[in-house]
């Protein structure tokens, strides 16, 4: 139970600071909630006493939005569920709406913040690889001013960030990439409301026949510390004729992806699988020419 | 305490009321504004019992701060019928038969109208990714998807909607016709009150104390600083049971709050009645156990020798219940079988999982009647052992059983309408308990782990000479249902097979684990594991098909059991017909299957799960594109 005697919902970062300053050493900042309640429980904090929630969602910047061709802001309160609903923005980020689908469930995505994901920092969050892949630097801000950090740079490790005492993240800026054929891979024990075993994120971008790859991107998390961007595969397959051979090459790089506390035989097994899928898929939808792959590796993989 | 002031709109109406800050939108609907429908299963955000819309959106209540819905419109399972009239989906839940307990089924009502409002048009497999968030305990799913599809289709007038309504059953006649229940109404709207939307004037709130020892003696309890609280009303322990404290389906070993020493993680120890839950709760916390740590025992095979670490004075081999069958001669059996193959099965502890976590309400009435409300699935049995717990005459003795959210054998031990019983009795107002999720898991019963050895010997031509079994399971601390379950583990161990020769021994032992007790099937499971799988590699090894060799050895009409059973009529041969038809059995011996599966990708068979049913439109275009 998470027990609190005031709970502020302040409308802007100012007060959001003034509130973080009044209450120095006893608040917690919140957006989504969706971990923070289940994590005051027993058998994980337990019962928590807090004596102030700072809810940040409401403030506007943290809920704004710009979709552009070269760039994509969000606001670090946009809900998971934007990536389904806002078309624009899909385009832009092409793995994100396979992301949202895999993410929690229709509810909660629907409360649960994008930087709520990444200021969680767990090694399996599923937004995470997906912003990765997209060189998202994280805009942080507090009463003294602003500063920008590179998304890889600010998660340390599991439940680890650079984030400062008094300060937010406000927003993420991304690369955009439409025209981009996007996936996300998942694996966990149900369909919904699963934790992460292994997942990645996929973008391919096609020459116009739809036959080369102009450009890759992967990331993947779930199976060490910290999300990893999967670059030595990327550079593999950048410029490279789109075949099956190829995806199955790039698959077995000897890559030591898997640096997890258990399981580490299959989740090799599930990132080599997830490696070929991931690409077979965002291929077909970055219109790849139907001769490019067999159907005998769409039936393998599919 | 600063309070907030809520202004909502809710269920259509203005809402204007101070709340705590730290409620969730769901106990402010529930406990503030009375508005029980939506439930709580597991406060953690998993299973969809309290999904309501928030501005239109579907959220989990559990999940949000009531200060989230400042100035929004929550629309809760009540608003969907709200004069009365069910909506096109709660009458669909109705005519499929997409309720059972019915604890799920306001939030599910909750999601199927998201879903359709989201796409009209969903298919099931969309309509399946949708209600993702929701879980059902009793129902399988198919029925609710059904009742999905089948208000899609009224709503699009696909179906006229008259397909919402009873079958005609005007001769009378409804035997071997689906009718409608009548208790889903009740159901589907959410008006139904459980145990925990249960509400009396005057009414505290219980929270427990549990033991965080598997195995160790208590030294000492001061509760003083517990009752020094304000808002505090009592706190009980053991030392206030008036009569002959212990309770059990057949050994009762239990007592109602743990006794001189705990004996696994989650024993309740000490209990309080509080003006709020969160009073009762810091009451919990300043209740201070001294315990002195005893070795504890995990392991049931360990816990059987010499010298181990004895749970229960009474039982100092830690024996619950040894249940021996003998027929025939088993090694002469053996002698003139041609095959004699032996294997270790062994199965785990398995949660119930209902969606009602336990709930109870126990209240004086006004001719000094003890009435416990709770969601019991063994009313008359609870009456007679806490008449003598409280040592009260059965006339002054009642229980009341509430709706049961879901039981499957968990809710047949007395756990705590005990301390409801005690705690109403110290107080003499009206007190309520109701468990958490995690409560539910630690502290009741699981079903039994088991370890088996199984021996069987066969002829050349499949038929069973003599089986041999030993089954060791963990009981977990107390006896609860123990007995039962290794009797019946032992009855129907052979299965449905004559075999002439025949040892059987099941034992039920105590551990410093959760107690296990009953659950569905009720010790057949762990037994019939064993003896099934075992035919299959049996059948392996003779070059048999799996339904061969079970029809060889099969039990007809006027079989008797080998526990002397004279059976009338046996319907195995056609449930092995219905079976073999309906899983599109190729038939052979297991050896014989090419690389190829042709039981697979048959229309009544369904695929694999995946998610993005949503995306298939778009991927079909993208196709073509």
Known sequence: ?????????????????????????????????????????????????????????????????????????????????????????????????????????????????????????????????????????????????????????????????QLAEGELVTGFDCDAFPGYGGSFEKVGHRRSLVISVVCLAVMVKLDRDGLTIEDTRLAIAGIRPVPRRLREIEDHLRGKRLTGALLEEAADMPLDLVQSRTRQEYRRDVVRGFLVRGLIAAAKRAGASPDALTQELEAAYG | MVDIRLNATINGRKVSRDAKPHLRLLDFLRDDLNLTGNKEGCGAGECGTCSVFVDGVLMKSCLMPVAKAQGATVDTIESLAKSGELSVLQKAFHKAGASQCGYCIPGMVMAATAALRANPFADREEIKERLGGNICRCTGYQKIFDAVELARDVQNGRLPSTALLETDTADGDVIGKSVRRIDAPSKVSGRLKYAGDMIMPG?????????????????????????????????????????????????????????????????????????????????????????????????????????????????????????????????????????????????????????????????????????????????????????????????????????????????????????????????????????????????????????????????????????????????????????????KAAILAAGPYNIPNVRIDTFGIYTNNTPSGAFRSFGALQTQFATESHLDIIAERLGLDPFEIRRINAMRDGATTH?????????????????????????????????????????????????????????????AE
């Open chain 1, 1 to 161: 139970m998470l027990i609190c005697d005031e709970y502020v919902t302040p409308g802007t970062l100012a007060e959001a600071f003034a509130a973080m300053e009044r209450h120095r050493g006893r608040y917690r900042v919140v957006a989504g909630c969706t971990d923070t309640l289940p994590w005051a429980r027993e058998g994980r904090a337990g019962d928590v006493e807090i004596p102030v929630l700072i809810d940040v969602s409401k403030i506007p910047e943290l809920n704004e939005r710009q979709v552009g061709d070269k760039r994509v802001r969000l606001g670090a309160a946009t809900p998971i569920q934007r990536f389904l609903d806002d078309a624009a923005l899909g385009r832009a980020m092409p793995a994100m709406p396979r992301c949202a689908v895999w993410f929690a469930d229709d509810q909660i995505r629907a409360q649960a913040t994008l930087g709520g994901n990444v200021v969680n920092a767990s090694p399996a969050a599923d937004a995470t690889p997906c912003l990765e892949a997209h060189d998202a630097v994280v805009e942080l801000a507090s009463a003294k001013g602003k500063r920008n950090m590179a998304l890889r740079e600010f998660i340390t490790g599991p439940g680890k960030t």
């Open chain 2, 203 to 487: 009414m505290l709130h219980v929270q427990v104390l549990r033991s965080p020892h598997a195995h160790a003696r208590i030294v000492s309890i001061d509760t003083s600083a517990a009752l020094a609280i304000a808002g505090v009303e009592s706190v009980i322990t053991s030392a206030d049971v008036p009569g002959k404290d212990g309770f059990g389906v057949f050994v009762h070993d239990q007592p109602i709050m743990a006794r001189d020493k705990v004996r696994y993680v989650g024993e309740a120890v000490a209990a309080v009645a509080a003006e709020d839950a969160l009073t009762a709760k810091r009451a919990v916390a300043a209740i201070k156990v001294v315990y002195e740590p005893l070795a504890p025992v995990f392991d049931p095979d360990e816990a059987m020798r010499e010298g181990a670490a004895i749970v229960h004075d009474y039982a100092p081999d830690n024996i619950t219940k040894h249940i021996p069958i003998r027929v025939g001669d088993v090694e002469a059996g053996f002698a003139e079988s041609d095959l004699v193959i032996e294997e270790n099965y062994s199965t785990q502890a398995i949660e119930h999982a209902y969606l009602e976590p336990e709930a109870g309400l126990a209240y004086i009435d006004h001719d000094d009647v003890v009435t416990v409300v709770s969601p019991s699935q063994n009313i008359t049995h609870h009456r007679h052992m806490l008449a003598r717990i409280i040592a009260k005459p059965i006339s002054k003795v009642r229980f009341i059983m509430s709706p049961v959210g879901g039981g499957f054998g968990g809710k047949e031990d007395m756990i705590y309408q005990g301390m409801l019983a005690l705690l109403a009795m110290k107080t003499m107002r009206p007190v309520r308990l109701v468990y958490t999720r995690e409560e539910s898991i630690i502290s009741t019963a699981k079903r039994h782990p088991s370890r088996t050895t199984l021996r069987m010997g066969v002829t050349r031509d499949g038929r069973i000479k003599a089986l041999a079994m030993r089954m060791v399971c963990d009981g977990g601390a107390y006896g609860l249902s123990t007995e039962g379950v290794m009797r």
């Open chain 2, 563 to 623: 526990t002397k059973q004279k059976l009338g009529s046996v319907s195995l041969m056609r449930a092995l017909d219905a079976a073999e038809q309906a899983s599109n059995w190729e038939a052979g011996a297991p050896t014989v299957r090419g690389p190829t599966r042709g039981d697979l990708g048959h229309d009544d068979v369904r695929p694999s799960v995946t998610l993005g049913a949503r995306f298939a439109a778009d991927d079909k275009q993208e196709a």
